[in-house]
């Protein structure tokens, strides 16, 4: 079997119609927009990918390269996330496995995962969480930001949070220790609180250590700055995260095996992506925490099925391939649909004194106040799209001649 033609489709995924209004819109901006690559064999079979994080397709010399080459020539290879998937796809096809096969023994049928959302207000965080718990996840990953106050968020998701439901934190890799002990400490108070991400700088070794020394929920680490395996020697994280590049994926997964340390797959795409990740984390020994894939953005997929999510898993597919079948009008159609637009806005701050912040768009929170992220309690923001008003028409004409502005 040889690779005798390979297509990059750009697609634009249908959000779901929780983020039907301009806020959500505004939010979610960009997160539509994905590439699907479709793999051809000589003997007919085809193989497809999807992937978000990177919609660009991938370089035409690339491309070039493969055409005329076994799939398996490029096994554990380190492409673009949607070519190198479609490949697997496409060999798994070919034998008639499922894709964990190509990788290793088969050590778990299902996979913890996760739930996601971007950033929002308190009130609308809790409708988040409850809307993941209504559709059986037990995890929510959520980034804080610092146009709103972390605490305040997690209080209001414990009003809808079950027993047993857990929020993983993602504090961004910005922060100093004396910023983010106060607010771990918090955080830690919380039932529902059950990891936290990226608390301080990456680079900070001696800061991560420090803050696990003092705290109880796990830490995660995303980007190792020392490759992984130094930061695990010198036990600066609970649980590492990988993702990405499948043969760095495997690789990184199989040392936190054999070292014993908990592991957790993020790569962003729509169901292809979910099946290609339970087909990763079935055979690697420590990816026993929580998958994140944004398969539940959306309010349809360009597969006939999803993966189902009951008591916050997902099973492991069990047919040839990524064990999903392509919708190819779905396909096509989410390759004509138009991505999401840019809105223009004047983003606003409600500090807990009474004073408002103006930006064009998103704020720099930091740069505005001088102040680390998470430091302002009581925060919040809001989207102002112009509605004709004297105001809005006041603080935009100041906002074009002094820049961001507090008042």
Known sequence: MKIAAIEQIPIAMPFARRYDDHAGRMRMYDMDQHLVTKVT???GLVGYG?????PNPAPQTQIDALIGTSPFDHLLNDYH????MALYDLMGKHLGVPCYKLFGQKIRDRVPVAAWTRPCPPDVFAAEVQRAVDQGYRVFKMHSDARYDVIEQTRAAEKVAPPGFKLHWDLNHNRTLGTVLPIVAE??????VGFIEDPV???????WRALR??????LIMHVPQLGGIQEVIRGVADIYMIGGSIGNTMLSGFAYGKANIQCLIQQCGNTLMKAFTMHQAAVLPTASCHTINLDDQFESDITTEKLPVVEGLSPVPEEPGLGVTIDEQALAAAAERAHLPAYDYIGVLHFAGGHKGYSLGKPDVDRMTGTEEGRLAGIQHEYWIDDGSEEYARVLKRLKEEGPFIE
């Open 41 to 43: 064999a000589d003997n």
């Open 50 to 54: 999807n992937y978000e994080d990177n």
């Open 81 to 84: 996330l949607a070519l190198g």
């Open 187 to 192: 955080l830690e108070k919380s039932p529902i």
């Open 201 to 207: 700088v990456w680079s900070d070794i001696d800061g």
């Open 213 to 218: 020394e003092k705290v109880k929920v796990p």
